[in-house]
C-alpha cells in the first residue's frame, strides 16, 4: 500500500489530538506530529515525532529533515485571549512556513480557519458567504487564508481552509464554557455563572473535528468548507444538555456574564458542502 506522510502542526493541541488519533487508525497514513521544542510526548504508533518552532524565523524547517505530502496546519498562539495583537504579529511567520512547507514537497495544505472570519452575519452562513471578521484572532485568520489563496494560484498547491465553529471537549481551555462547567461540577459547586445562553450556536465534539479534519487532509477538495454540525442550538439547553449527560443537580445562573462582544446572536454553519466532501472521500476508499 502506497503511504501518504501527513504532518500536523499543533499535533498536540486541542483539536490536534484528535486529527493525530483518526489519522493513525487510517490505513496507508504515517503522521509526522510537529511539536514545540521541550515539548514532553508519548510515542505513538503510526507517528513520528519532529521538534520544531513553526513561528521561529531562523528555525530550521522540521519537514527539511522528513519528507510530507500533506500538511495539516493547526498550529496558533494566543487562543486564551481573541483581542490580542499577538494574533496578527504571527500571520507573516504563518506565511513563511507554509510557503517553505511547499518548497519542501508538501503538495496539499490543510489549514483551521475560524467561523469568527464570518463576523456579524445572523442565522445560517455558508462558504460563500463573505468574511467580515471583526475580532483580533478573525481578522489575522483571515489574513492568512488570504495569503494561501495567493500561494496557492503560484504554486498550484492543493489547498483547504477549514471554517470550524464551536468545538467542545476533554482537554478544551480551562476558561471555554464546557471545560468550566465540567470543573465547576466535579468540584461540586452549587451554582454554574454564565451569559443569560439565549445566543444560538454551532457546536460539535471536538473528536467530530479531529474526525473530519483528517478525512479531509486526503480527500479531493479545495476552498473554503465549514467544519460544523449544521445544526443550530440555544446555548443554555446546550448546557442543561451538558448538566444531564453528568447527572449534575448543579444549578445554571444565567446572566452573570454578559455576551461575548464578537458574535452575532444566532449564528451556524450550512454543513452541505461538507457532507458532499465527506461522501466524495469515503467513496475513494
Not at 78 to 94: C, K, P, R, T
Request: aromatic share 8%; glycine share 8%.
Amino acid at each position: 500500500m502506497v503511504t501518504t506522510v501527513v504532518a500536523v502542526t499543533g499535533s498536540e493541541g486541542f483539536v490536534g489530538r484528535r486529527v493525530v488519533d483518526s489519522l493513525t487508525r487510517s490505513p496507508g497514513i504515517e503522521v509526522i506530529r510537529i511539536v514545540r521544542p521541550g515539548s514532553h510526548v508519548e510515542p505513538r504508533a503510526g507517528s513520528r515525532i519532529v521538534a520544531a518552532d513553526v513561528l521561529a524565523d531562523a528555525a530550521e524547517h522540521p519537514l527539511e529533515a522528513v519528507r510530507a505530502d500533506v500538511l495539516v496546519h493547526l498550529a496558533w498562539r494566543g487562543l486564551n485571549d481573541f483581542h490580542s495583537l499577538e494574533h496578527q504579529d504571527q500571520v507573516a511567520a504563518h506565511v513563511r512556513f507554509i510557503a517553505r512547507s511547499i518548497e519542501l514537497g508538501v503538495q496539499r495544505i490543510v489549514c483551521a480557519g475560524t467561523c469568527l472570519e464570518y463576523g456579524f452575519v445572523a442565522g445560517e452562513v455558508d462558504e460563500g458567504s463573505p468574511a467580515q471578521p471583526t475580532v483580533a484572532y478573525a481578522r489575522a485568520k483571515n489574513d492568512l487564508h488570504r495569503a494561501l489563496v495567493a500561494i496557492a494560484h503560484d504554486t498550484a498547491v492543493s489547498w483547504l481552509w477549514a471554517r470550524i465553529f464551536y468545538p467542545f471537549g476533554p482537554g478544551q481551555h480551562p476558561k471555554s464554557l464546557w471545560a468550566s462547567l465540567q470543573h465547576a461540577i466535579d468540584r461540586n459547586a452549587p451554582t454554574f455563572p454564565m451569559s443569560p445562553g439565549l445566543q444560538v450556536r454551532d457546536y460539535l465534539p471536538v473528536e467530530e473535528v479531529g474526525e473530519v479534519l483528517a478525512r479531509l487532509a486526503y480527500a479531493d477538495v479545495q476552498g473554503v468548507l465549514n467544519v460544523c454540525s449544521g445544526r443550530p442550538v440555544v446555548l443554555r439547553e446546550l448546557v442543561e444538555g451538558w448538566v444531564r449527560d453528568r447527572g449534575s443537580d448543579i444549578t445554571l445562573e444565567p446572566g452573570v456574564y454578559d455576551y461575548p462582544d464578537y458574535e452575532p446572536m444566532e449564528f451556524w454553519g450550512s454543513r452541505r458542502r461538507l457532507d458532499d466532501a465527506l461522501a466524495a472521500a469515503k467513496g475513494c476508499d
